[in-house]
């Protein structure tokens, strides 16, 4: 419904006058900077799995980030995720619950990052008052995120030395309830070693430098289409979009971005055509150099066999 209701007040015309007169040269470096931050999560998550795989090539952990990002354009409920917890197992040999741990802590610090982002956002810079109301639920977001990582941190120091559980012995066959909590073991445990206080601190340093790229990218997108939007208005959007994307309602939320952009901007006056076309150039920046490189690298990465045990023991 909103979407219908934002396409009758659209002037189209204005729309493809944007489009046509948008600067290539800052489309091209804002394409340059939304690679940038993909690769910078990608480099997040290499950290985090070092935990566990310590030999784990770092150009792996980045050619998965950006096949999964691809995926996520193609599907809807975040699919690439999975896709790529199987595809670093399946190259590695590693128990899928282990890849799957650090991703898990990846995503919290990701949201860590986006909770940050919107709490300094809605304090320093003059918002709407309805992305201002969100302040306090984000702190509490924050606060319960925070005492999350604390526990994890506190986990992996009282013991470091713990050893994952290891199979069971083949005569204790063990019930359903056993081998579950058993898996639920190693998966805590995998998740604790990830989260050790140096590499937290440089994984949440990578995450707030990523968060500040798609700032970037947002920014030089309004740029290119002659959009005069200030930085609070770029901080708006961006916070309103990924709102949006935490659940994926059509592939690449092509259509819902575009709702969710121009409602955010209209508070900076800028007209429902004009914010139309700007978020049309942030999504194909976004979407088509990423999914190109998604389409060639998976393949590569899918081909790899596992182990014949990686599927006996992964998580």
Known sequence: MLLGVLARRVHWEETLRTLRTASPLLLLLATGINFGS??????????????????????????????ASGLNNLLVANGGDAAR?????????????????????????????????????????????????????????????????????????????????GPQAPDAAPGALARLTALLRRFLHALAAAATGPRLGQALLVTAFAWLLQLATYAMAARAAHLSLPLAGSVAALVVVNMGLLVRATPGNVGIFQALYALAVAPFGVAAGSAIAASALIQALQIAPVTVAALLLAPELASRRPPADAGADAA
């Open 38 to 67: 993909l690769l910078l999560k990608g480099f997040r998550w290499w950290l985090l799995l070092r935990a566990t795989l310590p030999a784990l090539p770092v150009a792996l952990a980045l050619r998965a980030a950006v096949v």
């Open 85 to 165: 917890v199987l595809l670093v197992a399946r190259a590695t040999g590693a128990r899928r619950g282990d890849v799957l741990a650090s991703l898990l802590l990846d995503q919290l610090l990701e949201v860590v990052g986006y909770a940050a982002l919107l709490l300094v956002a809605t304090t320093v810079l003059p918002v709407p008052p309805t992305l201002a109301r969100w302040r306090a639920p984000v702190a509490l977001v924050l606060a319960v995120a925070g005492a999350a990582l604390t526990l994890l941190v506190r986990r992996s120091r009282r013991s470091p030395g713990e050893r994952a559980p």
